[in-house]
Each structure stands twice: as C-alpha cells, then as structure tokens.
C-alpha cells in the first residue's frame, strides 16, 4: 500500500447539509457569528461520515479511533442572517495516510423562481480542513483503516 497522499478533483460536493439560521447564531449585528460558520462546518462532516456508514461513536468504541481538526483556514465573503437557509457543504481534496483534506464551503440557498427551475446560492464562507485520524485516549496519529477508506472511495 502506498504512503504518498491521494488528490481527489475538488468539483462537486461530495455531501451537503441543510443548516438554518436561528436567533442564537447571530450576533448583536444580526448577522451569524463568525465562529458559528465552524459548527455548521463540523456538523455537516458528521453527518457526512454518517451518510457513509462511518458512525463516530462505533469507531471509538470498536476500534479506538478519533478524527481530530488539525487545521481550519476560513475566508469569510458575505454574512449569513436570520432565517436563512443554508448548504454546507464537504468535499475531500486530498486523502493522507492519517488524515484528510477537506473543502467546505458554506451557501445561502435561495429559492427557484417561478421562471427558472434551479435555485441560485450565494457562497458565504469557505473554509480548508484538515482532519485527523488519532488513537483514541492517547491521540497518536494513526493510519487511516481500510473500512474508512473504502467509505470515502465509494
């Protein structure tokens, strides 16, 4: 098995995740708080290993696995407010032996119009993830398991 890292294409996402905009994320401008963007990220990573069979609870119970962010860059493009609707989105860039490469981006959805068919979004936040695959109670990198990999492959 080969050590040097895959690159997958950074084209369509692989996996989006429906997010709404409630009072409790916002700030005092009315706009969502910037560290909010980070939960909307790592919900939608889980619930994407969970659209890929990969329960996180099962692999730390069964095989003693974690999947840590190692590093977050987020470049922010237009606020979120109140009651919008939002796709977030995960999509893998490159697989390591122990970790992954993510994009996610984060959109507005805005509604079809009458006259068209498909709904437009406005992207409002983008950010690069690295996540970790670490033992369990030690929080040692460990190689990514075949079962993983396999998910990810399709």
């Given at each position: 098995?080969?050590?040097?890292?895959?690159?997958a294409p950074a084209t369509t996402p692989a996996f989006t995740w429906p997010v709404r905009i409630y009072w409790?994320?916002?700030?005092?401008?009315?706009?969502?708080?910037y560290a909010n963007y980070l939960k909307f990220c790592e919900r939608a990573r889980t619930e994407w290993l969970r659209s890929l069979g990969l329960d996180q609870q099962r692999l730390v119970e069964r095989d003693a696995l974690l999947f840590v962010v190692s590093s977050a860059q987020v470049r922010y493009l237009a606020p979120a407010r109140l009651d919008d609707q939002l796709g977030v989105s995960v999509t893998v860039v490159e697989v390591g032996g122990a970790s992954l490469e993510l994009l996610q981006e984060v959109r507005r959805?805005?509604?079809?119009?009458?006259?068209?068919?498909t709904a437009a979004s406005v992207l409002l936040a983008s950010?690069?993830?690295?996540?970790?695959?670490?033992?369990?109670?030690?929080?040692?990198?460990?190689r990514l398991p075949a079962v993983v990999l396999q998910a990810i492959a399709g």
């Open positions: 098995m080969s050590t040097a890292p895959t690159t409790e994320d916002t700030d005092a401008g009315g706009v969502v708080y959805c805005a509604p079809a119009s009458a006259a068209s068919s950010a690069q993830v690295r996540v970790a695959c670490v033992q369990a109670g030690s929080f040692k990198p460990r």
